[in-house]
């Protein structure tokens, strides 16, 4: 349980008690960004850390923005990430009767009141301001006529906002930050249609789901000065509404420093997955360095994050999203990663099914294509001339280097590595090494036509992995092809 304590200048402290309880409350009007990515991460995180419950909840309230498949992706994307929340996902949705109960007994209580302003007289109003180069900060005057209820006119219900004194947030990553209450408005909780405004659902929901950390996106700051007051209108009606404890974690920028857009890289995750061939461990980390930070830690796996991870370390201005560290950082992991799972991962970017021996062949690959690659799509890519057909096709460097004296030579190897009685890294690399000194060229002038030979292509994975992966039928096979006896 949470203690909280209104100290005499309005502020509050809450005491965080045994348990601590996240959410992450993504809007489902697009898919699952970077920003969100690491937004749910650290409140993941943050809850893991203390052994408390992360929660998600969909705010799913603008029905005509919010999408079954941006639902979806953002789900998917999440169990993707590995960052699993802690019962069923709450729908904001379905919770508008209870949005509205809460702003109801609000006005039972004083603490809200029931406006029945024209949308002309708001007009006028917004006009008045505009002229007055003011922000329109609405006190309706039906803020003092709660007795007049009527029900026959349309009419919304607005909070009573308190209008001297200031709220002073501490924010855990902001420090300490206060604004006049004079600059706040009595600002709307349920419209005219009796649906619930996000400011009012997100503070219900928060309370009902028992949060006690709200950590989210920066540019939701101005709002726990809106949100605020609500709950401490309920707390002062039905008590046990403590404020929850706040960390607004600043927003992440392009390497340029300008605010993050899909030119950036914020896409949805499933790009990184799908497009980008990046693993999601690779990601997590990279998210993770990108406003926290322990020491000079540039690798820090599941368990170390967990055990780090604390709001302290949260930098108070915004990072920049650099897409080459990501890469660097998904290469690294990838080296890491567990051959079977890679060739998995690979085999569905395969645009064939492979057969068991296939599939059995890329799991052997692995190993000497992971030092290589940065992302799946390398490891796809290098995988690509084990399955490619006889006569292998060559590309423009690939035709080259099998052209002049390299047919000969070729030869000569196939002469070679015919005669090998064992088919292994080993013996081959002999072999070859013995052309080379006998034919008095050196070892990459025998090694590049052999390459282009077994692979159509300039580049692959070491030449003695490549022969043995092919094995000795494919490979004597494919030098074949290209060699004039
Ligand atoms: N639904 C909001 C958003 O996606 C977040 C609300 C909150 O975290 O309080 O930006």
Same mark, same amino acid.
């Given at each position: ?25 993504? =809007? ?10 690491? %937004? $749910?991460?650290?409140?993941? #995180? ?14 799913? %309230? +603008? ?18 990430? !590995?960052?699993?929340?802690?019962? +069923? ?30 949308? @002309? ?30 029900? =026959? ?17 501490? &924010? ?5 930050? %206060? ?20 400011? #009012? ?22 709002? $726990? ?12 009606? /039905? ?25 950036? !890289? ?13 693993? *999601? ?33 949260? !930098?108070?201005? *915004? ?11 998904? !290469?690294?992991?990838?080296?890491? $990663?567990?051959? /079977? ?12 099914? *492979?057969?068991? @021996? ?38 423009? &460097? ?22 090998? /009685? ?14 080379? &000194? &006998? ?19 300039? %580049?692959? *994975? ?10 000795? @039928? ?12």
């Amino acid at each position: 349980m949470t203690e909280t304590t209104a100290a005499t200048d309005g502020t509050r402290t809450t005491t965080p008690g045994t348990e601590v309880v996240t959410r992450f409350a993504p =809007s489902p009007t697009g898919f699952l960004h970077i920003g969100g990515a690491r %937004t $749910a991460l650290f409140n993941w #995180l943050y809850a893991r850390h203390h052994g408390g419950r992360f929660l998600l909840r969909i705010e799913d %309230t +603008d029905r005509a923005r919010s999408t079954q498949p941006a639902i979806d992706a953002i789900l998917t994307s999440l169990r993707w990430l !590995g960052l699993d929340w802690d019962g +069923d996902e709450v729908y904001q949705s379905a919770r508008a009767d209870r949005h509205a109960e809460v702003a109801h007994r609000m006005v039972e209580h004083g603490h809200a009141y029931r406006c029945y302003l024209t949308t @002309e007289e708001l007009a006028a109003m917004r006009a008045e301001a505009e002229a007055a180069k003011k922000p329109l900060r609405v006190r309706s005057p039906w803020r003092d006529k709660a007795a007049e209820a009527d029900d =026959s006119r349309p009419f919304v219900v607005r909070l009573k906002a308190p209008t001297d004194g200031a709220v002073t947030i501490e &924010d855990r990553v902001q420090g300490s930050v %206060t604004v006049q209450n004079a600059e706040l408005d009595d600002l709307v909780l349920l419209r005219s249609d009796g649906t619930p405004t996000y400011m #009012l659902a997100v503070v219900v929901d928060d309370h009902d789901m028992g949060v006690t950390h709200v950590i989210r996106g920066d540019d939701h700051l101005n709002n $726990a000065f809106r949100q605020l007051p609500i709950i401490r209108a309920m707390d002062a009606i /039905e008590g046990g509404w403590p404020d929850p404890v706040y960390a607004h974690i600043p927003l992440i920028h392009g390497s340029d420093g300008a605010k993050l857009s899909k030119r950036h !890289g914020a896409v949805g995750v499933e790009y990184y997955r799908d497009e980008l061939g990046m693993l *999601p461990e690779a990601l997590d980390n990279y998210l993770l360095r990108l406003g926290w930070g322990h020491g000079d830690d540039e690798i820090i796996s599941r368990t170390q994050a967990v055990e780090w991870f604390d709001l302290a370390g949260v !930098g108070k201005s *915004p990072s920049r999203f650099d897409f080459k560290k990501l890469e660097n950082l998904n !290469g690294q992991y990838i080296r890491v $990663a567990d051959d /079977e799972r890679l060739a998995t991962l690979v085999a569905d970017r395969l645009d064939f099914v *492979p057969t068991d @021996e296939q599939r059995e062949l890329l799991g052997r690959s692995m190993a000497s294509l992971k030092p290589r690659a940065a992302d799946l799509l390398d490891l796809a890519n290098g995988a690509a001339f084990l399955f490619r057909k006889r006569p292998l096709e060559m590309d423009r &460097d690939a035709t080259a280097l099998v052209s002049g004296e390299a047919p000969k030579l070729l030869a000569r190897l196939h002469a070679a590595l015919d005669a090998l /009685e064992s088919w292994d890294t080993e013996s081959l690399e002999t072999a070859v090494r013995q052309v080379a &000194d &006998d034919a008095g060229v050196k070892l990459g002038q025998v090694a590049q036509p052999l390459r282009a030979a077994l692979t159509g292509r300039k %580049t692959s *994975p070491g030449i003695f992995d490549v022969l043995e992966l092919l094995g000795r @039928e494919e490979s004597l096979g494919r030098i074949a092809d290209q060699m004039i006896v």
